[in-house]
């Protein structure tokens, strides 16, 4: 059983939106620190945004802020990631992850809870 599922991905046009959603698999999101990662092909996976447990803290990667939105809703049990402004190079599989932390964390060394991921695909 995969942890976390992740759902919304797809393929757009450069400059359209995609709307991703993270939900654990039984069991609740709790107090773990969750975070966004991608992996284009032929290359290396990378932080893209984290949240908090409380939603307090967040950090993301610098080429894409003002782009992407990372929340949280604790009642919901899910982590969205709203995308937008969509380029070409944001193509990639896009996995969200759990860390035991209270702060954000962007090393995926520390996360242990992923999930299988979802293909996001900007055309040109």
């Known amino acids: 059983q995969v942890p976390l599922v992740e759902s919304g991905g797809g393929l757009v046009q450069a400059g359209g939106s995609l709307r991703l959603s993270c939900a654990p698999s039984g069991r609740t999101l709790g107090d773990y620190a969750i975070g966004w990662f991608r992996q284009a092909p032929g290359k290396e996976r990378e932080f893209v945004a984290c949240?908090?447990?409380?939603?307090?803290?967040?950090s993301y990667k610098d080429s894409v802020k003002g782009r992407f939105t990372i929340s949280r809703d604790n009642t919901k049990n899910t982590v969205d990631l709203q995308m937008n402004d969509l380029k070409p190079e944001d193509t990639a599989v896009y996995y969200c992850?759990?860390?035991?932390?209270?702060?954000?964390?962007?090393?995926?060394?520390?996360?242990?809870?992923w999930g299988q991921g979802t293909q996001v695909t900007v055309s040109s």
């Open positions: 949240v908090t447990w409380n939603g307090r803290s967040i």
């Open positions: 992850a759990g860390a035991p932390s209270y702060s954000t964390v962007e090393r995926s060394s520390a996360y242990d809870l």
